[in-house]
């Protein structure tokens, strides 16, 4: 049997049937990582206590495996609701994507709504932020709503509240809501992943797991 990495890459890429858009975000380790337990510090304003960080994002195209495959995903007995199996062409930039990589999927979008604290080191968005809808906290007495104005975010999704009229006091829990697009983070190479057959760079799965389940 003969194998066309050419082929493969024209039909799983932009120009072909399955390709569609992610951006893929390349993870190292943070360095506040303790050293005798390997544990990221939770009060770290750079990994915000995930252990990782990324670079600046690759865009690139992959596509969705097929029903089979998220099946036999499944069937491994490590499968979270909502994982994907995703499809690498050798000739997109994710190509080399590995474990614990962030990956956003540019063509899809979703609403969130998150609780922060005003004035945190950690105060910040892991999520690729299409707009933001509403900002509200409660009443000093617990019993109502105070609905405050929509921030600026800074390029790494930190929150800027300078141009904001009304924004919560420092210290404060707040809900802030908005629509993003869907963000995962890379679990690993697929188990029956043969991507590389006799020097051909074949097209490579990878598995996606939901963003919000990362380090836990």
């Known amino acids: 049997m003969q194998f066309s990495v050419q082929a493969f890459n024209q039909f799983l890429g932009p120009n072909g049937n399955l390709g569609q858009q992610y951006a893929w ?4 380790a943070c360095p506040c990582a303790d050293e005798y337990s390997g544990q990221a510090d939770p009060a770290c304003p750079l990994c915000l206590g995930k252990g990782k960080l990324y670079a600046a994002p690759i865009n690139g195209v992959a596509a969705l495996a097929g029903q089979s495959a998220q099946k036999a995903w499944a069937a491994f007995g490590q499968y979270e609701q909502g994982d994907l ?11 080399g994507m590995g474990q614990w990589d962030r990956v956003t999927a540019l063509n899809t979008q979703q609403v969130f709504s998150n609780v922060l604290t005003a004035g945190s080191p950690l105060e910040k968005l892991w999520t690729s932020v299409l707009s933001l809808t509403a900002v509200f906290w409660r009443t000093p007495d617990g019993t109502g709503i105070i609905n405050g104005d929509l921030p600026t975010l800074n390029p790494d999704g930190s929150i800027n509240w300078s141009a904001s009229g ?8 707040y809900t802030i809501t908005g629509v993003k697009m869907l963000d995962y983070y890379c679990w690993g190479m697929y188990p029956t992943n043969r991507n590389f057959q006799q020097g051909l760079q074949l097209p490579r799965k990878v598995v996606l797991r939901d963003w919000d389940l990362f380090s836990r």
């Not at 199996?85 to 190509?95: E, F, M, N």
């Open 25 to 28: 975000y390349r993870s190292s």
């Open 85 to 95: 199996v995703i499809t690498i062409p050798q000739s997109a930039a994710l190509y």
């Open 166 to 173: 009304a924004a919560p006091p420092p210290g404060t829990r």
